[in-house]
């Protein structure tokens, strides 16, 4: 089977505008502003994963449309939210880069990667920190110290390629975990809606959380599998600028 061709987008949001999206839409969420600008722009072809790197180095988004596809989804999109993103300037102009990314990748190759990931774990009906589960389930203070960074690794382990083979998601096993660190941590509030039932308007509610950058090397263990993966992401909140590998190449 020929693997669906994959794109990586690169753009320079425009960081007055996008204030001005989030001061609209009511919202301290970057993340959640970014989704939001993505389907207002894109509609159900929204580019997901995505990664906000910073300023300086902008917005990169995979996307499985082509150059032609792209620039027809921009010409229709809400010229604040293209603006706002980087896509077009005030003229209307494309100020975005779309390259082709690999599909063919050969078996065993390595790659550096990173990736930022929301690290958390399902305990009832809640969402928790991997790490703060993992203090718990080892008694607390008077249990066996827990490292943050060790409970990370596991976590992106587990959700790489799965806890039992007979269980595996068509992603899971696309790789072989040579070595990873945590590059940074910090906790921060997300932002997240319910939908819109009977009328009624969406709601917000805070969710509180882990954010991270882990980064390493792998080495593919199975291209097709790899291909999804990448489409994928990694972890929970994918929609909103976690979960995307970022991939280089290693001698």
């Given at each position: 089977?020929?693997?669906?061709?994959?794109?990586?987008?690169?753009?320079?949001?425009?960081?007055?505008?996008?204030?001005?999206?989030?001061?609209?839409?009511?919202?301290?969420?970057?993340?959640?502003?970014?989704?939001?600008?993505?389907?207002?722009?894109?509609?159900?072809?929204?580019?997901?994963?995505?990664?906000?790197?910073?300023?300086?180095?902008?917005?990169?988004?995979?996307?499985?449309?082509?150059?032609?596809?792209?620039?027809?989804?921009?010409?229709?999109?809400?010229?604040?939210?293209?603006?706002?993103?980087?896509?077009?300037?005030?003229?209307?102009?494309?100020r975005y880069r779309l390259r082709a990314f690999p599909t063919q990748w050969p078996r065993?190759?390595?790659?550096?990667?990173?990736?930022?990931?929301?690290?958390?774990?399902?305990?009832?009906?809640?969402?928790?920190?991997?790490?703060?589960?993992?203090?718990?389930?080892?008694?607390?203070?008077?249990?066996?110290?827990?490292?943050?960074?060790?409970?990370?690794?596991?976590?992106?382990?587990?959700?790489?390629?799965?806890?039992?083979?007979?269980?595996?998601?068509?992603?899971?096993?696309?790789?072989?975990?040579?070595?990873?660190?945590?590059?940074?941590?910090?906790?921060?509030?997300?932002?997240?809606?319910?939908?819109?039932?009977?009328?009624?308007?969406?709601?917000?509610?805070?969710?509180e959380g882990p954010d991270a950058v882990l980064s390493g090397r792998l080495r593919i263990?199975?291209?097709?599998?790899?291909?999804?993966?990448?489409?994928?992401?990694?972890?929970?909140?994918?929609?909103?600028?976690?979960?995307?590998?970022?991939?280089?190449?290693?001698?």
């Amino acid at each position: 089977m020929t693997p669906q061709q994959l794109y990586l987008m690169h753009s320079k949001p425009d960081t007055s505008l996008l204030a001005t999206w989030m001061a609209r839409h009511r919202t301290r969420d970057l993340g959640e502003a970014l989704h939001g600008l993505l389907h207002a722009a894109f509609g159900q072809h929204a580019p997901q994963p995505f990664r906000y790197l910073d300023e300086l180095r902008g917005l990169l988004a995979y996307t499985p449309l082509d150059e032609p596809a792209t620039a027809a989804q921009i010409a229709k999109a809400e010229p604040l939210a293209a603006q706002a993103l980087g896509l077009t300037d005030h003229n209307g102009n494309g100020r975005y880069r779309l390259r082709a990314f690999p599909t063919q990748w050969p078996r065993d190759r390595m790659l550096g990667f990173e990736v930022r990931v929301r690290p958390t774990v399902r305990s009832g009906k809640q969402e928790q920190d991997a790490f703060l589960h993992a203090v718990k389930l080892a008694g607390g203070s008077q249990g066996a110290p827990v490292q943050r960074e060790n409970v990370y690794v596991q976590w992106l382990h587990h959700h790489l390629n799965g806890p039992d083979a007979s269980l595996r998601q068509p992603w899971q096993g696309a790789v072989e975990i040579l070595d990873v660190r945590m590059n940074s941590f910090t906790r921060n509030k997300v932002m997240r809606r319910t939908q819109a039932v009977n009328g009624q308007p969406r709601r917000g509610h805070a969710i509180e959380g882990p954010d991270a950058v882990l980064s390493g090397r792998l080495r593919i263990a199975d291209p097709d599998a790899f291909n999804r993966l990448l489409m994928r992401g990694v972890g929970r909140h994918r929609a909103y600028g976690f979960g995307m590998l970022l991939l280089h190449s290693i001698h």
